[in-house]
């Protein structure tokens, strides 16, 4: 069994910061790549920011230079620095990460249950 367990979201206001974390845990043999995705209501889910198993990263055109994702591999746990927040970042942020979790030695990407996160004044 696996789980991926988010926390850090909440209330703020905006020009605040938030710092979300997603600890991966169970059987993992290998990790890949992790990300954070966010769905806002009535939207589709999106793609956030990403980070490779060589520390690469890629960010949604409107969060660059506002949020950093960075991982730790030791703890299996990947997080997402969010500066500047806006209203307009409000949304569930999901994590997702890829990984090998059995003999099959297959690859396959695994959600987080998700964090609500609102910039609201």
């Known amino acids: 069994q696996v789980q991926l367990v988010e926390s850090g979201g909440g209330l703020v206001q905006p020009g605040g910061s938030l710092r979300l974390s997603c600890a991966a845990s169970?059987?993992?043999?290998?990790?890949?790549?992790m990300g954070w995705y966010r769905q806002a209501p009535g939207a589709q889910r999106e793609l956030v920011a990403a980070?490779?198993?060589?520390?690469?990263?890629n960010y949604l055109d409107s969060v660059k230079g506002r949020f950093t994702i960075s991982r730790d591999n030791a703890k299996n746990t990947v997080y997402l620095q969010m500066n500047s927040l806006k209203p307009e970042d409000t949304a569930v942020y999901y994590c997702?990460?890829?990984?090998?979790?059995?003999?099959?030695?297959?690859?396959?990407?695994?959600w987080g249950q998700g964090t609500q996160v609102t910039v609201s004044s």
């Open positions: 169970g059987s993992i043999l290998s990790i890949d790549a």
């Open positions: 980070i490779t198993s060589g520390g690469s990263t």
């Open positions: 997702n990460v890829r990984m090998i979790v059995d003999r099959t030695w297959t690859m396959r990407g695994y």
